[in-house]
């Protein structure tokens, strides 16, 4: 983990609601693993945004770049940084989704802009599976050409079935996932914590592997002031897990979801 006083290097409108923020980050950039995330400072901007965390969409030797909606008074204020302003980031946050497993074959699940989270992964697997991504309508599904030009096979949903099989993302899921052999599936997720879930107890139920980037509100990010605990399960009962530190990445028998 690492602070560094970045520059903006592109923001702009991505698709709908959804903007890109480049950063210049020659420090951080190098060190970031498929499913960590930063915490972004805008010191310009006051306290009212004064470090959120964001998920991590590209990252490299010379840079990262964050996806993000610009909904609620947080995310206004962002979309005010403009090209060349300073942004001080600490990152690579949290503990990132763990190697692959070269037998398996991965599969991708997303709802929403999660999916952004898991283009690094996407890009670094060497195998390429299938991609199950669901949002609200098309302007909600980003990224369908960039991971299909990676090698994966993109199978959009939409509630309104304006892209894709109208539904959850789970009505895609599930009947594919009922002619596999799911224990030789790997399943890697990012999204609301309702579609995790479902996957979860799918995993559980028909016994396959499932790694889910727990959505959770945050505030150090550095595992600091417990606001984003969850209960993990142990041996012999649970213990509190901080998704910013020990997570955001759990395997779904990990997690005691509360009811
Ligand atoms: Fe503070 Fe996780 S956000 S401990």
Redesign the pocket.
């Known amino acids: 983990m690492k602070q560094e006083l970045t520059q903006v290097i592109e923001h702009d409108n991505f698709q709908g609601e959804y903007r890109i923020l480049r950063l210049a980050a020659p420090v951080v950039g190098p060190l970031v693993q498929p499913g960590q995330f930063l915490h972004l400072e805008v010191p310009q901007l006051g306290e009212r945004i004064l470090r959120r965390?964001f998920s991590i969409y590209q990252a490299d030797a010379s840079g990262v770049a964050v996806l993000y909606k610009a909904v609620g008074r947080g995310t206004e204020a962002m979309a005010k940084i403009k090209t060349g302003d300073e942004v001080n980031i600490i990152g690579p946050l949290g503990n990132g989704y763990p190697p692959a497993d070269a037998s398996k074959t991965p599969v991708l699940v997303a709802g929403g802009y999660g999916n952004a989270a898991l283009y690094i992964l996407a890009q670094r697997l060497e195998k390429k599976g299938i991609a199950f991504f669901g949002g609200r309508s098309a302007l909600d599904i980003l990224l369908v050409k960039e991971f299909e030009a990676l090698g994966w096979d993109v199978r959009p949903t939409t509630d309104d079935g304006s892209l894709g099989i109208q539904g959850l993302v789970t009505d895609a899921f599930d009947p594919w996932a009922a002619e596999q052999d799911v224990q030789s599936l790997e399943v890697f997720c990012c999204g609301p914590n309702p579609m995790l879930k479902a996957i979860g107890e799918r995993a559980i139920e028909r016994d396959f592997t499932a790694w889910l980037s727990l959505d959770?509100?945050?505030?150090?990010?550095?595992?600091?002031?417990?606001?984003?605990?969850i209960k993990r399960k142990t041996e012999d009962g649970w213990e509190w897990a901080?998704?910013?530190?020990d997570g955001p990445i759990f395997e779904s028998r990990e997690i005691l979801w509360e009811e």
């Open positions: 965390p959770k509100n945050m505030a150090c990010g550095v595992g600091a002031c417990l606001t984003c605990v901080r998704c910013c530190k």
